[in-house]
């Protein structure tokens, strides 16, 4: 996209070799990257595009989009074959990532040959089946046929990836000139963790995954939901007392006794007890992990970065816990504290009254809603894209509003001493 010519001319003029520095804390280490051969400029009909992957070599074709990209209703949360880009597509064809697969998909319908298999890399769950969706309902508006047969022909795996990658600036490219590659302007930090979990669904042939590590199994639900709970809604527990607070780096906040307490409440008692049983896998050590996991320093992963595009990580990562744990007669009382430190965040300033920079796409909208909830919290709960249904839950908006009226009249620190200070 034209948002990525920067990073597109700076790996095209390195042949696209890539630094990932891994910061372990024991001591960093770099490798280079050569899997990488090519960028492609999306076009309004993704010609060039279309043509990579219609090449009889092609057997999967990945994506990683966002969170965002896939055009899901939050009320029904499934796709939404009325929002404006995808009719657009489908008036004019090609235009979204799922256009160009669909077209492309062409060519080994009317050659009879297996087609590729679409392999997503973003965090949803059921990722597998969020694309699929995507892929045959875009297509059904315009080629019923069609979509029928990529619905029967064409394997769209579930996946799991974990990995923390902070956003390359400054630092990042100091580390990697610290190593002798001073010459790359766009490396890749990321944590020694890693965890890549596959249902292992692909009919054209795929590499040995398992060789390098990747966890195949039937049962990546379970661990896919594990971790966008425990650990993408534990990224959303910290990330707004955090910005709040200005706190810029994430092991910084993960040192605030405050922080730390609300993420281990709120994940003991309002996340971890409804998260289905993992092969394997014993919750508590994970969680234990992934408190590791944000503390370490070398990551230098910053708050900033984590309370990014709330209006798509917050109906993913916070408030499916929250349906949870009310349909089990449980309490909310700190994911809806969650919740109104994002919705304080969104007001526009830190308690120390400085100005934060727009840091969702939808943040005009958020500033204003966010401003009118100070007095009338319901302007809040109504983003139906995020909250749906839940949004006119009297529980929850009972417990919300009394959280964010806290938030603003004692201030954050004082919300946070309240919270854990109370029994559950």
């Known amino acids: 996209r034209e948002g990525d010519a920067r990073m597109r001319d700076a790996l095209k003029a390195q042949d696209c070799l890539s630094t990932v520095i891994e910061l372990d804390p024991k001591g960093k280490s770099a490798r280079r990257i050569g899997s990488m051969i090519d960028f492609l400029a999306v076009e309004p009909d993704n010609a060039a595009l279309i043509a990579a992957m219609t090449r009889p070599e092609i057997r999967i074709v990945s994506l990683t989009v966002t969170e965002g990209g896939y055009f899901i209703d939050a009320a029904t949360g499934a796709f939404d074959p009325t929002h404006p880009e995808i009719l657009a597509d489908a008036a004019n064809p090609h235009r979204t990532a799922f256009g160009a697969i669909i077209a492309a998909l062409k060519a080994p319908r009317a050659a009879g040959f297996q087609p590729f298999t679409v392999m997503s890399c973003d965090n949803l769950p059921g990722n597998g089946h969020v694309t699929q969706d995507a892929v045959v309902g875009l297509a059904r508006l315009s080629d019923p046929a069609l979509a029928d047969w990529i619905k029967a022909n064409v394997a769209f795996p579930n996946g799991m990836v974990d990995r923390i990658t902070p956003a390359t600036g400054p630092r990042e490219r100091a580390m990697a000139a610290s190593f002798g590659l001073a010459e790359d302007p766009v490396p890749v930090t990321c944590e020694p963790f890693r965890q890549w979990v596959l249902e292992d669904n692909f009919p054209s042939g795929r590499p040995a995954f398992e060789q390098v590590g990747v966890t195949l199994t039937p049962h990546v639900h379970a661990f896919e939901m594990m971790k966008i709970r425990i650990l993408n809604g534990g990224h ?43 092969p394997d896998t014993d919750l508590g050590d994970y969680f234990r992990l992934i408190v590791e996991r944000f503390s370490n320093p070398e990551v230098a992963d910053t708050e900033r970065r984590l309370c990014l595009d709330g209006s798509n990580r917050q109906p993913k990562f916070i408030v499916p816990s929250i349906r949870d744990a009310l349909a089990a007669g449980g309490s909310v009382e700190g994911l809806a504290l969650v919740s109104a430190l994002w919705c304080r965040y969104c007001a526009g300033t830190t308690e120390s009254g400085a100005t934060i920079a727009p840091n969702d796409p939808h943040w005009t909208e958020l500033t204003e809603r966010a401003q009118a909830a100070r007095h009338r919290p319901e302007a809040w709960l109504d983003l139906q894209a995020v909250y749906g249904e839940l949004g006119r839950n009297p529980s929850f908006g009972k417990t919300f509003s009394g959280q964010l009226q806290q938030i603003w009249s004692r201030g954050v620190h004082a919300t946070l001493e309240n919270y854990l200070s109370a029994s559950r």
Do not use: R
């Open 236 to 278: 959303a527990t910290i990330a707004y007392p955090g910005g709040l607070m200005d706190i810029e780096y994430v092991h910084e906040a993960m040192a605030h006794p405050l922080i730390l307490g609300l993420l281990n409440k709120v994940e003991t008692e309002e996340i971890i007890p409804y998260i289905a049983p993992v």
